[in-house]
């Protein structure tokens, strides 16, 4: 196999990307994201300041074969900022490559230069490939914390409610 290099998500680059995350939707069993949020992936992450996010591309040769998509959350007990992994997806034809161990090496080498303590993600419960996948780069599940979230209607009715 040729060598996987990762490289940051650039506005030229942006299609590739693009389909690259309707391809993570196809995988996860969702809506891929629609033109209106096509528009607001390219303006949050090259015409917004800062940009709301950061990508990075994994490329064999010239194709693109993987993404990943994060930011910097805080922690206020460890007084550090943490790399959150909002997405990353290798397209099927480049799993068991190293794609995936690539673009998480490069990750943690982003997040130990920024000053990270840590670095986490959400995994979906039935993805079995994936859990495999962390427990071989020493990530831990973390079994005693549970998601919540706010949205559309319930996140917009609480935004309204009075003082």
């Not at 068991?96 to 998480?104: D, E, I, K, S, W």
């Not at 549970?146 to 009075?162: F, G, H, I, K, V």
Request: a negative charge; hydrophobic letters at 40%.
């Amino acid at each position: 196999m040729s060598t996987v290099r990762i490289e940051p998500l650039t506005a030229e680059r942006f299609e590739e990307f693009y389909r690259l995350v309707c391809a993570l939707a196809e995988y996860e069993r969702l809506s891929p994201p629609d033109d209106a949020a096509r528009q607001r992936l390219y303006r949050d992450g090259f015409e917004h300041t800062p940009p709301r996010y950061e990508a990075l591309l994994a490329m064999v040769d010239s194709a693109a074969c993987g993404y990943c998509m994060f930011f910097e959350t805080y922690s206020s007990f460890r007084a550090a900022p943490t790399l959150f992994l909002e997405d990353i997806f290798v397209l099927p034809q480049w799993r068991f490559r190293g794609v995936g161990r690539a673009m998480m090496r490069h990750l943690a080498r982003i997040a130990v230069e920024r000053g990270c303590q840590r670095m986490e993600w959400l995994v979906l419960d039935w993805n079995e490939p994936a859990h495999r996948f962390y427990r071989t780069i020493g990530a831990e599940r973390l079994v005693q914390w549970q998601l919540y979230r706010l949205s559309d209607d319930n996140l917009a009715r609480l935004a309204d409610e009075s003082a």
